[in-house]
């Protein structure tokens, strides 16, 4: 399939925020806040999907609010990039109700992950649009430590130049939510290389579990001449990671 290059983002620009997996009201007051500002200085306009505050016990809300969220901020001329609030365990369900056609026809940044993952996958599959794997609405509302991502997030959606990926000089796996001014950093030793040499080819992955929850369907993507790239949390323990790294 022929792949859509969606157009980068520039000043003064809209942006839709969308929940199409766990809904907005999870995250408090204080990263909201810090999130929409960072959005600001960066002279990016945000909008919200009229949805995102719905709930349910399972911390989102009904396929159909989901959906028409969706599907609004592809259809909106005014926006040219959709971010989604968070992570989750269902935008899966979304899938086989999704009008690929108003998709392929209005193509704009899609960025996301985690469960993200599946909506990722799923519209380059059916579609050709190349979407981004990158930080939620919820991860801008980092208080500390955020500009290696902020960084990242300009060179690759903001500019047409070629990047070069480096490692950041730290990283954190702490649960940053729970106290913004408590963070511990980890040292990063560099890339551990198992096969030296050089590729290139589509770059297709991301979170391991969703990943596969794709497999099997048509909304999984041709592996071809790619570069799997995969992310996963802490409910992928090292004992069940080998089968499902090799599935």
């Known amino acids: 399939m ?29 990263i909201r806040d810090i999130a929409s500002k960072r959005f600001l ?19 989102s809300t009904s396929i159909e609010s989901r959906l028409e969220d969706l599907h609004e901020a592809f259809s909106d001329e005014n926006v040219k990039g959709i971010i989604t609030v968070i992570g989750g365990f269902n935008s899966n369900q979304l899938l086989k109700y999704i009008d690929w056609k108003l998709i392929k026809n209005n193509p704009k940044i899609f960025l996301g992950y985690s469960d993200i993952t599946a909506l990722n996958n799923a519209i380059f599959a059916k ?7 990158g930080p939620h609405y919820s991860s801008f509302g980092q208080k500390l430590y955020f500009d290696f991502t902020l960084d990242y997030f300009k060179k690759c959606l903001m500019s ?12 954190s796996d702490d649960p940053w939510y729970l106290d913004q001014d408590k963070r511990e950093l980890i040292g990063n030793n560099g890339y ?31 592996l071809t001449d790619s570069i799997l790239f ?11 990671f080998p089968d499902l790294f090799t599935q």
């Open 160 to 171: 047409d130049e070629p990047m070069l990926i480096s490692r950041s000089e730290q990283w």
């Open 192 to 222: 551990l290389v198992i096969n030296e040499g050089e590729s290139e080819g589509t770059i297709l992955g991301a979170n391991l579990c969703t990943f596969n929850l794709l497999q099997g369907t048509e909304y999984f993507p041709d």
């Open 230 to 240: 995969l992310e996963d949390d802490y409910e992928t323990v090292p004992h069940t």
């Open 127 to 133: 579609t050709g649009l190349v979407t981004y794997s």
């Open 41 to 59: 200085d960066l002279k990016l306009r945000i909008s919200f999907g009229k949805h995102i505050y719905e709930t349910d016990n399972f911390n």
């Open 2 to 30: 022929k792949k859509i290059y969606p157009k980068k983002l520039k000043i003064g620009d809209e942006v839709r925020i969308i929940a199409p997996s766990r809904s907005i009201k999870i995250l408090n007051e204080e």
